[in-house]
């Protein structure tokens, strides 16, 4: 059977009936020619509030660059964040695990509303990037997330630092092992630039268990914010949403219980963020698949430590990039039997293809064994 990729867009736009739709379009700069081709949304999180997504923007006009290239017509839209890191220790943190379900909401509302063939969702903080695996989730049309990277680290008197670094530095200034001017120092030095937190905090660690899952290109996320790789990639990510169109390939086709396992392996193995349980059970919710708190106990207890990742360990995300980043784990969880290796990603090719085609990095500390399983 040959998959219509307007299937969409074309209730949308085509006919006599639709051309007071068409109007509207056009009154935007749009052409009939934009209007005859897949409608593809490009959903970010663009806020002036915190340097985990402020290249959205930017990534968001490279990816669209990558759809018109691939014979597709983009359209750009944003919602909200809540970053946990400016919020906490506030009131405001009680907004946070709320906004995951207002990001869901809204880009799952834009799609549905104009009928949009496929998307791709830029995705930063930690709530945007289960928010909105979960709106395409729900939406079940083609479509990919792209993490925008995380941030470099920063510098302070030959030292490098993460925003880890500026609340220890709080705790040394109350207990009077730190002046106030080296507090200020820190402060205004960890963090250099956009990118979310660089240890393996929430951002990250959504970021690889979605590499792991197979909803975003491997080695795409891993790539930071300011890497000179990013807009490459995020023009590659619009090809590869114009390819999941014309071949009908949605998320119900690559989010599976074994990739979900995966996804949770991958988290294991880099000493992720227990906030994972809370997002992959609400994905997997939104998936009607089965995952419960002892699938992440059982897989746990087997599971080595790999990457030696800040906050635990001794380096960045970036550093981990350097060293061969996901697709590396992937292949280190497949030689030890801990992978399932024949689920399907965006790519086209398989985990166990990632995991294979993986880069062994002579001298890099970053991906070693750390902590041996608990069980068998």
């Not at 709530?127 to 995380?150: C, D, E, Q, V």
């Amino acid at each position: 059977m040959v998959y219509d990729p307007r299937s969409r867009s074309r209730i949308l736009l085509d006919g006599p009936d639709r051309a007071p739709a068409r109007s509207y379009f056009k009154a935007i700069g749009f052409t009939d020619e934009d209007l005859r081709r897949p409608v593809i949304g490009v959903a970010h999180c663009w806020i002036e509030i915190t340097p985990c997504n402020y290249n959205h923007r930017d990534l968001a006009l490279k990816v669209k660059e990558g759809i018109r290239a691939a014979g597709g017509t983009p359209i750009e839209f944003n919602t909200i964040t809540v970053t946990d890191g400016i919020a906490m220790g506030t009131e405001g943190m009680k907004a946070s695990l709320i906004s995951r379900e207002v990001i869901a909401d809204s880009i799952e509302l834009v799609a549905r509303g104009h009928l949009f063939d496929g998307l791709v969702a830029i995705t930063g903080c930690d709530k945007t990037i289960p928010g909105g695996a979960m709106a395409l989730a729900r939406l079940n049309i083609p479509g990919l997330l792209l993490y925008s990277g995380s941030i470099l680290p920063g510098e302070y008197q030959g030292r490098p630092l993460t925003v880890q670094d500026v609340f220890e530095a709080v705790g040394a200034y109350n207990a009077g092992r730190l002046s106030e001017q080296d507090l200020h120092g820190i402060e205004s030095h960890a963090c250099p630039g956009a990118g979310a937190c660089g240890g393996q905090f929430t951002a990250n660690t959504m970021s690889t268990a979605f590499e792991m899952l197979g909803i975003s290109p491997m080695g795409f996320n891993g790539v930071p914010a300011v890497d000179p790789e990013k807009p490459g990639i995020a023009h590659e990510c619009g090809r590869i949403v114009m390819d999941l169109v014309q071949r009908g390939i949605t998320f119900r086709n690559l989010i599976t219980r074994k990739s979900l396992l995966n996804a949770i392996a991958g988290v294991m193995a880099t000493g992720g963020s227990t906030n994972a349980v809370l997002h992959l059970l609400a994905l997997a919710r939104e998936m009607s698949l089965p995952l419960k708190l002892e699938d992440f106990d059982r897989i746990s207890k087997k599971t080595p430590v790999w990457a030696d990742l800040k906050p635990s360990g001794r380096y960045t995300a970036p550093d981990m990039h350097r060293a061969g980043g996901m697709a590396l784990i992937a292949r280190r969880l497949m030689d030890s039997g801990l992978l399932h290796p024949d689920e399907k990603t965006v790519t086209g090719r398989t985990i166990g293809d990632e995991a294979r085609a993986a880069k062994e990095t002579p001298g890099q500390a970053v991906i070693r064994p750390l902590r041996e399983p608990t069980a068998a």
